[in-house]
């Protein structure tokens, strides 16, 4: 601000009378018209220049430098162009104004001013230690503190400068070729460009303004956009759903965890209350045994007393030497009396005990057996998987097949099939293709509405009439009743109890001589029947399925 007259000293003069009072209520707006804009600190060696504004004589001189004279020079505030460079002179009645302000408590700006840090876009106006700028303008492509902006936002001048958050990558805004704002995008090289550019290298080539691919590719940014926040979604609701897995499956361990802490509370039990019992028992059959004995000795002790005062009697009557006396005696002492005490049968008195042994042992081992043998988990047998297929031509004419011979239904009404010298007769069964060695696992869905369906393995027989499944020494068959299961083998039955599932799964170790069955659910598998043999032939999957109609069995596919 230009001050001139001696009035305005006048004035200003007059106003310190009013004291400490209206010094307080100046507010920053009045302090900052006797500042720098650049320094903003109070002006030093003051100088005005032709636009009015006022600053420090080292500031401007350091902001215009010591170029050219006749080069332009603009104002630092308004932007107001001078050619040549303005003569600095030293305002000195302005230089009286700040002294003056300076004894009335007036000081220089606060040591805590936002200045820019490592970090922070520094403002291109000031000199010195640079202030964080708050703005960039696009236009002038210069970065503004608080003070240095205020043109900006009063002078309608600058009405059309776009500002922005200050920003550090303001040159390279300008092309460098021809030190010009790139304002201009070419689509057909893909970079932006300016005016100049436009007209020469990129001359017939497909340019918009920077602000119209601005928009365009701003919808594609937009859609970018959400189709990312479609992924984020998409990845929360998996979370989530892991997130429930893991709470499903902690639970579900937790409670199996405490399922099996009742169950061996009360197997542990039922051992102590069976140890108790045998212990008893064995106790008992030791107190009778005993007794029996104390009684038949006490009775063969009384005999054997008996016995020696007869022998004494007769040993007396051997040594009389009268001879009629002798012959007087003999009758009544020759006659021995018939013993009371009946011969023990010969039996083994301790085969009690070694029946009572023999059990516990036995006991024992099978509770071995159960509780050493690892449980079996579903993903240990899918490595060794095996997709079955079921053979056509050995099915029985009432059996249809499906789903790429996976499935196989029960239907009275089907229409005879041709002959084949592998059909299987009298009897509704069906064998796989696949003759089965080595380690192989198959899942079979059994769907039956009532009646049978068996899941078997068997060795292939020339005589069709002779398959029976589980009543020969070439078949073994889990039999699947609505009420439980039967195992069947050499016309042998085995009752087996377990869990009714729908689905079971097969195992075989051909070569170890091992077949088991499994009820499954879900990832969980429970041993019904194992068998430990030696195959010397191939084995076939098979089925048996008894009516009514409808009844069917799926071999399933399952994943390793």
């Given at each position: 601000m230009l001050f001139t007259g001696c009035e305005t000293v006048k004035l200003f003069r007059r106003s310190l009378l009013f004291g400490g009072e209206m010094a307080q209520q100046r507010n920053q707006a009045?302090?900052?018209?006797?500042?720098?804009?650049?320094?903003?600190n109070l002006l030093k060696d003051p100088v005005t220049i032709p636009c009015g504004h006022n600053y420090c004589m080292k500031c401007i001189k350091d902001t215009w430098g010591k170029e050219d004279q006749e080069k332009t020079h603009s104002c630092p505030q308004c932007r107001r162009s001078f050619t040549p460079r303005p003569e600095l002179l030293k305002n000195t009645l302005l230089a009286e104004l700040v002294e003056e302000l300076k004894k009335t408590g007036l000081q220089?700006?606060?040591?805590?001013?936002?200045?820019a840090g490592a970090e922070d876009v520094a403002c291109d106006v000031c000199t010195g230690r640079k202030l964080r700028a708050a703005k960039s303008c696009l236009q002038c492509l210069a970065s503004y503190c608080e003070q240095h902006l205020q043109p900006h936002l009063q002078s309608p001048a600058f009405k059309k400068h776009k500002l922005v958050e200050p920003s550090v990558k303001l040159q390279?805004?300008?092309?460098s070729r021809h030190d010009e704002v790139m304002k201009i995008f070419c689509r057909t090289d893909q970079k932006c460009i300016c005016l100049v550019c436009s007209m020469d290298d990129h001359k017939g080539h497909d340019t918009v303004s920077a602000a119209t691919e601005r928009a365009e590719k701003q919808k594609q940014l937009d859609q970018s956009r959400q189709d990312v926040q479609q992924r984020i979604q998409d990845r929360e609701k998996d979370v989530k759903q892991l997130q429930q897995e893991v709470e499903t499956t902690t639970r579900s361990a937790d409670e199996a965890v405490e399922h099996s802490e009742k169950i061996f509370t009360q197997l542990i039990r039922l051992v102590e209350a069976r140890h108790s019992d045998v212990k008893q028992r064995i106790r008992s059959q030791q107190e009778l045994d005993v007794s029996l004995a104390?009684?038949?000795q006490e009775k063969l002790n009384q005999e054997i007393t008996e016995l020696k005062k007869k022998d004494a009697e007769l040993e007396k009557l051997s040594l009389t030497e009268d001879h009629t006396q002798f012959l007087l005696s003999y009758p009544s002492l020759s006659t021995l009396t018939k013993s009371t005490i009946s011969p023990r049968p010969n039996i083994d008195r301790l085969q009690f005990f070694k029946d009572m042994t023999a059990a516990v042992t036995a006991a024992r081992d099978q509770l071995q057996l159960v509780l050493t043998e690892k449980l079996p988990l579903?993903?240990?047998?899918?490595?060794?998987?095996?997709?079955?297929?079921?053979d056509p031509n050995t099915a029985e004419r009432r059996l249809v097949l499906s789903a790429e011979n996976r499935k196989v239904t029960y239907n009275d009404k089907n229409p005879p099939y041709p002959d084949?010298?592998?059909?299987?007769?009298?009897?509704?069964?069906?064998?796989?293709?696949?003759?089965?060695?080595?380690?192989c696992y198959w899942e079979v869905e059994t769907k039956k509405r009532s009646g049978t369906v068996s899941v078997s393995v068997a060795y292939k027989c020339v005589n069709k009439s002779l398959y029976v499944f589980g009543f020969n020494k070439t078949f073994w068959s889990l039999y699947c009743y609505s009420s439980g299961y039967n195992f069947y083998h050499d016309s042998q039955s085995t009752s087996i109890s377990g869990p009714e599932s729908s689905r079971i799964g097969v195992y075989l170790d051909h070569s170890a001589g091992i077949l088991s069955f499994y009820s499954v659910s879900s990832d969980t598998m429970r041993l019904l029947h194992k068998v430990q043999t030696t195959f010397t032939e191939p084995l076939h999957a098979g089925f048996w399925l008894c009516g009514p109609d409808g009844n069917t069995a799926e071999v399933c596919k399952v994943k390793q």
């Open positions: 009045d302090e900052l018209k006797f500042s720098c804009s650049i320094c903003l220089d700006a606060p040591a805590d001013l936002c200045y390279e805004n300008i092309c104390k009684e038949r579903r993903t240990e047998f899918l490595q060794y998987s095996r997709q079955i297929t079921l084949h010298p592998d059909r299987l007769i009298d009897r509704p069964q069906v064998l796989s293709k696949e003759g089965l060695t080595g380690r």
